[in-house]
């Protein structure tokens, strides 16, 4: 690198954005995702280790999944070679899988390729890839925002690892802007500011654990407002929410615009205003937005907050993106229509989505129970001396096909996860349930 390209590196690290410029350099200055980067956690064995497997990251953005992939780069004494979905083809994947294999062969050494948004590659890019994944040429990390079980083939699946990269949580926002606010070097701890709690809440809340709109927003309001006559700056809720209007007078379908536009129309659809869906639904097919990416939102909205109040809801959904994905736009705007509609006006009920958040929180923080015995599997030899399924009663022989039974581990009898609602076919569960129980007494 010559002098002149060297000057012209450090200008464009002036210049970027404060998010770029704050991107960790190392798991230690990483923030959040630690079910994955917590010490002792896989991820981050993995990269302690450098042994690294292929792998995909998916999540929202601005949580950090190209720098994870720069702090793996970082860390390994693999090549790195980083191509973009957006620009690269299938001859410049060619051109760095030859590479790959010749500096394999040369000098034993395997090559790292980060792929960001891999979702976009379609179906003869990830072909491409797959022998040189295959034949352990390349440890491939591809980083998407779309569910990669739907736009990332099944043969690059089976031989990737798929982690789930989490939003940031509110403490790990008010890391970020702490950090941002005392780093002189890349922050922005050379500004004497004064960012009031309000602000900080409104920031946090609207940024909804997107980390990079944060940053930016933040920035925004930094810049945008000259310190007083004491030389400070004061942010307070008003300058901020200016900023981050500034930041947002335009629909980008990869900017804050889009989330905020996604959330409206799924709080819409929660709040049983089938109007305002309509409206919001309409601001995101005006604006070229994937129609995949909006009928995956209605299916999730149909199983979250309808649940079994409708279980039609789920299916009409489900309909109303296989339809879109056969007919493709405009036609697929009615099914999308339909389907919205449909969920915004059925009847509500959170309590399935309830029942697995909160299942998950025992699984998680306390000890797990073990499988009682009646319930153990009996098809393998040796499993009767075990006496595994000694003692289980096969509902099917009872009057209604249903017996008293425990099915939990002792330690959590009793326990209630699904508290079905009076609302819709819900309130059907609720009173068949309820006759069970009578018929235990």
């Given amino acids: 690198m010559d002098l002149f390209t060297m000057s012209m590196e450090e200008k464009l690290k ?18 959040g995702q630690k079910h994955l980067l917590g010490e002792g956690k896989f991820l981050y064995r993995s990269i302690k280790a ?31 070679e980083k191509l973009s979905a957006v620009t690269s083809g299938v001859k410049d994947i060619r051109e760095v899988m030859d590479k790959a294999e010749e500096n394999l062969k040369l000098y034993n050494k395997r090559t790292i390729l980060f792929i960001d948004e891999i979702h976009r590659f379609n179906k003869a890019q990830q072909d491409a890839l797959l022998p040189f994944v295959e034949r352990g040429i390349i440890i491939l990390i591809g980083a998407t925002t779309e ?19 989490e939003s940031l949580s509110r403490s790990d ?12 070097e890349r922050g922005l701890g050379k500004y004497n500011i004064n960012l009031t709690p309000e602000a900080v809440d409104y920031l946090i809340t609207v940024s909804e654990g997107d980390g990079r709109a944060l940053l930016n927003s933040l920035e925004i309001g930094v810049l945008s407002t000259p310190p007083n006559d004491k030389g400070i700056i004061e942010l307070d809720l008003d300058k901020i929410k200016e900023s981050i209007q500034i930041k947002s007078a335009r629909y980008d379908k990869g900017g804050e615009e889009h989330y905020d536009t996604i959330s409206a129309f799924i709080k819409s659809m929660r709040g049983s205003d089938p109007d305002a869906a309509i409206y919001w639904l309409a601001k995101m097919i005006n604006a070229g937005e994937d129609p995949k990416f909006i009928a995956r939102r209605i299916i999730i909205a149909a199983s979250e907050d309808v649940g079994n109040a409708d279980p039609n809801a789920l299916q009409v959904a489900i309909s109303a993106f296989n339809g879109v994905n ?30 697995i958040n909160k299942a998950l929180d025992d699984i998680r923080n306390r000890e797990i129970g073990k499988v009682p015995t009646h319930l153990r599997s009996t098809g393998y030899s040796g499993a009767a001396k075990l006496g595994n399924g000694k003692g289980y009663k096969y509902p099917h022989d009872y009057i209604k096909n249903y017996v008293v039974q425990d099915y939990l581990p002792e330690e959590f009898r009793g326990i209630k996860y699904y508290e079905p609602t009076d609302n819709g076919y819900e309130k059907v569960i609720k009173e068949r349930l309820s006759n069970l129980i009578d018929k235990d007494r």
């Fill in 147 to 165: 569910n990669p079980y739907f736009e990332v083939n099944k043969a690059l699946l089976s031989r990737a690892m798929v982690l789930v990269l």
């Fill in 326 to 355: 056969a007919i493709g736009m405009p036609e697929g705007r009615i099914l999308l229509a339909q389907a919205a509609i449909y969920v915004a006006t059925a009847p509500k009920s959170n309590k399935s989505y309830m029942a």
């Fill in 50 to 80: 450098d042994r690294i497997t292929s792998m995909i990251l998916f999540g929202p953005p601005g949580i950090g999944k190209t720098t994870l992939a720069m702090i793996i780069a970082n860390s390994t004494n693999m090549r790195f």
């Fill in 14 to 31: 002036k210049n970027a954005p404060l998010a770029d410029r704050m991107r960790p350099q190392s798991i230690k200055e990483f923030v």
């Fill in 173 to 184: 926002l008010m890391e970020l802007i702490d950090h941002a606010l005392s780093d002189k």
